[in-house]
């Protein structure tokens, strides 16, 4: 059988969990909580289960979530979209973000992707016979240079894929970077897909802008959220999409077939869940805490760092440190130090150097102390 996706082996999350697993070592790989959800939410989940709500839910997903998710959305960004034909829950975003994708690309089409990338946009890209045209940016970068975005354009771009806050590196899109997406995405046509699982976790007094806050470019975007990440909910697998009624009509066609719809009693209590903002609205302090505190308890390794301002990751350069490759360290801190670790360069899609690892802070207090105190040992 000749491979659909030639260049794609297990993921890298798969791997370092695996590894962790193995020896024993503490996972700040992967991405997910090592706490558990809220035991209101818990109860919730029962009550729907044990109240009937069992069956197939609508395929563009239960409509009290779908009225909750239109509620925050106005409250966050002050767009109005239409529960009934603009928003479609999902099986995580990874569901949302691969159907958005499906929908729009057609062979031959050009995507531009940011890198490093979250993992699941370029197969998605490639299995619509797209081409993904990459934006190189160092893992602790400054700023977007828009010219030279711009630069990658051609008269094949489709869509564009943003993602802040951004996995791996933590960094938060200014407005200037969505007025800038804006200005590229209205000249040249481009579909915007936006990936903001993240949208509840930015720190020291930094803003999400989502893309549904700027009107030109709302009306031309798939916008993809999770409440794994708002909820600590990473096993439930679920997500929404948010587009214009013309876009989510296509995005619907493709999402009826793919899965139809998705779990049934979750949805309802999230939607109930939803009805109280501070169960979403305190995740920031939530983690920008802890962050602190792993980032305090490294500090003296003397990593190149910069603090993350958004998302549940911190990057960090060993530049200074070690010339390892970051596969290599990853691995030997997993086995030989007990930490376990994702290497920056699994995020590009060629080969790069830049020494960089990233940290999963969703961890209870003492395990971060206690990985700290492992790689102090350690590098
Ligand atoms: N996008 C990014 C940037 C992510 O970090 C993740 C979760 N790892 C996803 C998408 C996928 O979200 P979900 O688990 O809801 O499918
Ligand atoms: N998004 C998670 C991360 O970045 C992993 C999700 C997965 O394992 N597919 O670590």
Request: one cysteine or more; a negative charge.
């Amino acid at each position: 059988l000749q491979s659909k996706l030639p260049n794609v082996g297990t993921t890298i999350f798969t791997k370092m969990s695996a590894l962790a697993e193995e020896h024993k070592a503490l996972n700040l790989a992967q991405g997910f909580p090592e706490f558990d959800c809220s035991p209101d939410l818990q109860r919730l989940v029962d009550k729907y289960v044990r109240s009937g709500k069992n069956q197939y839910a609508p395929m563009p997903g239960a409509l009290p979530l779908r009225e909750a998710i239109a509620r925050k959305t106005f409250e966050a960004s002050g767009r109005e979209y239409h529960p009934v034909s603009e928003i479609t829950v999902t099986s995580g975003a990874t569901e949302a973000l691969f159907v958005a994708i499906s929908t729009v690309v057609y062979p031959g089409d050009e995507v531009i992707v940011f890198e490093p990338a979250y993992d699941s946009y370029v197969p998605a890209i490639e299995l619509s016979g797209g081409i993904p045209v990459f934006v190189t940016l160092d893992p602790q970068y400054d700023y977007i240079d828009w010219e030279a975005v711009a630069a990658r354009v051609t008269e094949k771009t489709r869509a564009i894929i943003v993602n802040t806050p951004h996995n791996p590196t933590g960094k938060v899109w200014t407005a200037a970077d969505l007025h800038a997406l804006a200005a590229l995405a209205e000249a040249h046509d481009l579909v915007v897909i936006s990936d903001e699982v993240y949208e509840y976790i930015v720190f020291d007094g930094l803003a999400h802008i989502s893309v549904s806050s700027v009107p030109a470019l709302a009306e031309r975007s798939f916008v993809c959220g999770s409440f794994g990440k708002t909820f600590h909910t990473t096993g439930w697998k679920l997500g929404y999409c948010l587009a214009p009624a013309e876009l989510t009509a296509e995005f619907r066609k493709i999402h009826q077939f793919l899965v139809f719809s998705v779990v049934t009693p979750f949805q309802f209590a999230v939607a109930e869940f939803l009805a109280e903002p501070e169960h979403y609205l305190a995740l920031s302090a939530f983690y920008e805490r802890k962050r602190d505190l792993f980032n305090d308890a490294i500090r003296d390794i003397g990593f190149i760092m910069k603090p993350s301002e958004g998302s549940f990751f911190q990057n960090v350069s060993y530049a200074n440190l070690s010339e390892e490759a970051d596969v290599a360290l990853a691995e030997r801190l997993t086995r030989e130090a007990g930490v376990a670790t994702i290497p920056v360069s699994a995020f590009y899609a060629r080969e790069t150097d830049y020494k960089t690892l990233r940290f999963c802070f969703a961890k209870n207090d003492d395990t971060l102390l206690k990985a700290a105190g492992l790689l102090n040992k350690a590098v």
